[in-house]
């Protein structure tokens, strides 16, 4: 059976990236979970929630793509929801966890090039959203100086000062 050759985006990607033997499906089926201008940046195999699988980093999202025969698992993040990143790495094995919402999600035996494409990528896209929310409060603390209230007067004058009683009458 004959390969159908991978975008050219998703195939820069795989030669970046060290593959074992395994994800020939998630590869494949790859191109059919991304958006028509979603670009891939990275990928690497990896194992999450008890699936060896492919993780993948396009320019909007965190996508592990697990097709095996007993378990099959999709997630996807988009980016401007992740708020942490860490990353570890034992024996030459790489753990990344990544933050969403309050919840870890976890992505074991990464190796080589593709996981530290991977995290470098998750870095810059949250400093560019860090960057972004900082230009943003500046912005609304300018917009807001520009709208002060008047200050309040030091006396009242004497045309109201005796109508607070006919007024307090009224109510």
Do not use: Y
Not at 2 to 22: K, Y
Not at 106 to 114: E, I, K, N
């Amino acid at each position: 059976m004959a390969r159908t050759p991978l975008r050219p985006d998703i195939a820069v990607a795989r030669m970046n990236a060290r593959f074992s033997l395994g994800s020939g499906r998630e590869l494949g089926r790859l191109e059919d979970l991304l958006t028509g201008d979603e670009t891939v940046e990275a990928m690497v195999q990896g194992r999450s929630q008890g699936c060896f699988g492919l993780l993948v980093l396009t320019d909007a999202r965190l996508l592990f793509v697990c097709d095996g025969i007993i378990w099959k698992v999709n997630d996807d993040v988009a980016l401007a929801r992740i708020s942490l990143v860490q990353w570890q790495t034992v024996f030459g094995f790489g753990a990344l966890t990544v933050h969403v919402a309050g919840t870890a999600l976890q992505f074991t035996g990464l190796t080589g090039p593709g996981g530290t494409a991977i995290l470098r990528g998750l870095r810059e896209s949250l400093a560019e959203k860090d960057q972004l929310e900082r230009q943003v409060r500046e912005g609304l603390i300018a917009l807001a100086a520009h709208f002060k209230p008047d200050p309040l007067p030091d006396s009242v004058p004497a045309d109201l000062a005796g109508a607070g009683h006919e007024f307090a009458a009224n109510v």
